[in-house]
Every structure is written in C-alpha cells, then in structure tokens.
C-alpha cells in the first residue's frame, strides 16, 4: 500500500503542476486529450490499489515497455537485440507485433490489444492482474514520444526497483502537459529531442550500464536471400507525407524498361486508391500488387529479401536499414533527422532524398499546405530525374537513363 500512496501523492503534484499551466497552453484539442489521459490513468491508479494481486511471481531483469509504430520498433530492434542475451528480459508490446518478435527473433513478449486496451475497462483490468505478476530489477518504457498512454498506464502495475523514461518531446502532447506522466518513474532522461532516435536509445542504453553490441551480420540477408524484385512502398500515413503518385508510376515505368526485375508493390488500406490509379497506367506481369494483403510478418520477409526498396519516410525505410538493404526514402522535412536521415555511426543503408528549406521540423504542421490534402514542396519538389539517377548511381542495375 505504500507504493500506491506514493503513486498517488505523485500524481496529485504533477497533476497540479500540469493544470496550473492549462489556461496558457489550453487549446481545446489538448484539453481534450490531457482530461481523457489523466481519466485513464486515475483508472489504472484505482485497479493498482483495488485489484491487489499477486506480485513478484515471475521475476525479470529488464521489462521493456514499447507501443510505438512499425518503423520506430525496428529502430529500436537492434538495441532491444542486445538487451535480450539476458535470458529474464521481458518485452511489453502491441500485440501486433508480438509473432514476429517471438517467433522470428525469439523475443519474450507481453501482448496488449491496444484499442480494447483504451477502451475496454475490462480487458484493461484483466491485463494488470497478469502484469501484477510480473516484477523487473529495470523497468523501461522504450518510447521516446513520451506520453504514450499504454506505457504509462503500464508501469503501475509492473513492480520495479528502477523505472526509467525519457522526458516528454512534446510531440504526442505539450510539453507541459506531458509532465502529468512523470510522476511514478526513479529516473527520467533529459536527452536532446532533436536527435536521431537511433542516438537516443544509444544514450539510454550507456546510462543504464547495458553493453551495446550491434552485430549487422546477425540480421543483414542483403545477397543472401534476395528475390530478383525491387520493392515499392506507397504511403506515409497521410496524403501530403507521400510523394506525389504520378512520378511513382514514372519511376516504376522506368523500373519494368530498364531492367528485368520484378517490382512488388505494398501498402496498407489506405493506399488502396493509389495501387488502382498505378493498374490503370501499368500493364506489366512483372508487378505484383500487394497492398493491404501482407502480413506483418509478410511485409518484413518481403522488404528483407528485395533487391533495394523505394518508400516515403515510412516504417519501410527503417526495416530496410535493420536488414542492410539499400533503400531510397523521399523524406520531408516534418521532423527532419529524428527518423531519417539516419547518423553516420549507424551506417545505414538508406538514402534518403529531399528538398531542403528554412521551415525544416514543423512536426508536419505545414505553413504551405494542409498535410492531409496536399503534398507540401519539400516533398513534391523531388523530382523523377534525381530519383533515376540514384537507382544508376547506387544500385548499379541500370547501366544509363532512358
């Protein structure tokens, strides 16, 4: 009961802080967001106290919580590679991704269904009385666009010696407000928002004393079981994160008549729209049309075993890079640098092409355009020359520009 009033009164202070703050950053979407969130973790707080249980019935080492996108996981897969020669390491994440972590990279894994996570209190509370099972020398929340809400309702119930986070970055919430999640963690990392997530873990890793050992080898399948294809991506998320669909067809023109590759085209529901507009246009054998019909695991063994892949900044440009598979990614400038471009020490095989300008790191709140409508120029500016002659000069399979 003392570590739950010890909660509590953490709470109630940064709670207070966090509200204080309200009428000078109080937009009604954040006020929104701040009082669902704060609801939600009062909740957990209630089932922590209530609901008991059992405790300290599966001891690990490190419990590591993650419930972030696709690409950032496998920024972080390396990282989480060299944390898991500890055989008492435990991974918290999107249930999603839990096949894949375990079956293919052995990951011992906690699954959580977000969306009935968020919305069903029920599911909710079965999931803490199996989490209050669970006890960590080091608990970690691994997301570094802190507040995440299922990892900060997560370290109520899991009992640690130590529980570590990052500073909030402000990109999920203000600033400010993200400092109602703080209460509840020993230790919180000040690190510069405006690096590279790969750098970030870096610095995580080095604080927490944890060696480091990236071995490439172990995942790079470049030349080994590459398909004769070449993978297209379509998609960022939103329509103005995208590269403009008519120089896609262009490239993929250029693709089907300069080489003899085979070209797979993969994306998700939403990129539906933009496969059909290519199908018009292209009559080719040689393209397999593959959106919204892979798996995660599907998607993974696809990148992994092509022969370079093409994308906008998306999660396939950081599996591409986790498999050493040489990548063109057009990037834009929303959050220039904690994605793509990747640093130096990471030697990554990704190179990403984009239009430099002053308004860099807008965090996608474009002064030009409205993201969810149009593409904005730091985007469309990239033109299909400079992409053609990226594919002659670094892939070496087209020996000159039709």
Not at 308 to 314: A, D, I, K, R
Request: hydrophobic fraction near 40%; glycine fraction near 4%.
């Amino acid at each position: 009961m003392n570590y739950q009033l010890q909660i509590l009164s953490e709470l109630g202070f940064e709670l207070g802080k966090g509200l204080a703050r309200m009428q000078a950053y109080g937009f009604l979407k954040s006020i929104i967001k701040i009082t669902l969130a704060t609801f939600l973790l009062f909740f957990d707080f209630i089932i922590s106290v209530v609901y008991v249980g059992k405790r300290n019935e599966v001891k690990f080492k490190y419990v590591v919580t993650k419930f972030d996108a696709l690409g950032d996981l496998y920024i972080a897969l390396p990282f989480i590679l060299s944390l898991n020669k500890y055989n008492k390491t435990l991974f918290v994440v999107d249930k999603n991704f839990v096949e894949l972590l375990e079956n293919k990279y052995n990951i011992k894994c906690f699954g959580i269904c977000i969306k009935k996570y968020t919305f069903n209190p029920l599911y909710r509370i079965s999931i803490a009385n199996k989490l209050k099972r669970v006890s960590a020398d080091i608990l970690l929340n691994a997301n570094l666009s802190r507040p995440n809400l299922v990892s900060e309702s997560v370290k109520f119930h899991i009992k640690s010696n130590r529980t570590l986070a990052t500073f909030p970055d402000g990109v999920n919430f203000n600033r400010h407000f993200g400092r109602l999640f703080n209460f509840g963690y020993s230790e919180l990392f000040d690190l510069n928002p405006k690096i590279h997530e790969y750098l970030k873990y870096q610095e995580i890793f080095k604080r927490i004393n944890i060696d480091i050992n990236i071995n490439r080898e172990f995942f790079n399948k470049k030349n080994n079981e590459s398909t004769n294809s070449i993978t297209i991506v379509l998609g960022a998320g939103k329509i103005g994160r995208s590269w403009p669909i008519g120089n896609i067809i262009e490239v993929i023109d250029f693709i089907l008549k300069s080489t003899s590759l085979n070209i797979k085209l993969l994306g998700g529901r939403n990129e539906l729209v933009l496969q059909n507009k290519i199908i018009e246009i292209i009559n080719s054998d040689r393209v397999e049309y593959l959106v919204n019909k892979t798996t995660i695991i599907q998607y993974d063994e696809i990148i992994s075993n092509s022969n370079f892949v093409l994308c906008n900044e998306s999660s396939a440009a950081q599996i591409a890079n986790f498999y050493n598979i040489n990548c063109i990614s057009i990037l834009g400038g929303g959050h220039f640098g904690r994605f793509l471009p990747f640093p130096k020490i990471a030697n990554s095989s990704v190179y990403p092409v984009f239009t430099e300008m002053e308004c860099f790191n807008c965090n996608w709140d474009c002064r030009y355009v409205s993201i969810n409508r149009n593409v904005p120029p730091c985007i469309s500016s990239v033109n299909v020359h400079q992409i053609k002659e990226l594919i002659i000069s670094k892939f070496s399979i087209i020996k000159s520009i039709n």
